[in-house]
């Protein structure tokens, strides 16, 4: 059975840092690309992060260039998500994903497995 689990999601205040880790089981994916998503209560699920299989390309959302970083260790089968200089408007459930493809990719529909999100709150 596939799983991914993230964690490290928590209230912190504006300004702060986090790091969500995702966590992967039941394969590998270090063939697959991997996402990090976001969405805010009663908005779209959008993409924050991506990184190819082998860590040579990554791709970030208009909103956290410069601010979030995404990483993968592919001996231990988890992805991260670094997040600096949080605001109010970062607050959101982040959720993991495992591409189609090696290479990165913004659309929802090319990742195939989910995690069940973590939830960001960013205080002002």
């Known amino acids: 059975q596939v799983q991914l689990v993230e964690s490290g999601g928590e209230l912190v205040q504006a300004g702060g840092s986090l790091r969500l880790s995702c966590a992967a089981s039941g394969r590998t994916f270090s063939s697959n690309s991997m996402g990090w998503f976001r969405q805010p209560p009663g908005k779209e699920r959008d993409l924050v992060a991506a990184?190819?299989?082998?860590?040579?390309?990554?791709i970030y959302g208009d909103s956290v260039k410069g601010r979030f970083t995404i990483s993968r260790d592919n001996a231990k089968n988890t992805v991260y998500l670094q997040m600096n200089s949080l605001k109010p408007e970062d607050t959101a459930v982040y959720f993991c994903?495992?591409?189609?493809?090696?290479?990165?990719?913004?659309?929802?529909?090319?990742?195939?497995?989910w995690g069940q999100g973590t939830q960001v709150t960013v205080s002002s």
């Open positions: 994903a495992a591409g189609r493809y090696f290479s990165v990719s913004y659309h929802r529909d090319d990742y195939i497995y």
């Open positions: 990184i190819s299989w082998n860590a040579g390309n990554t």
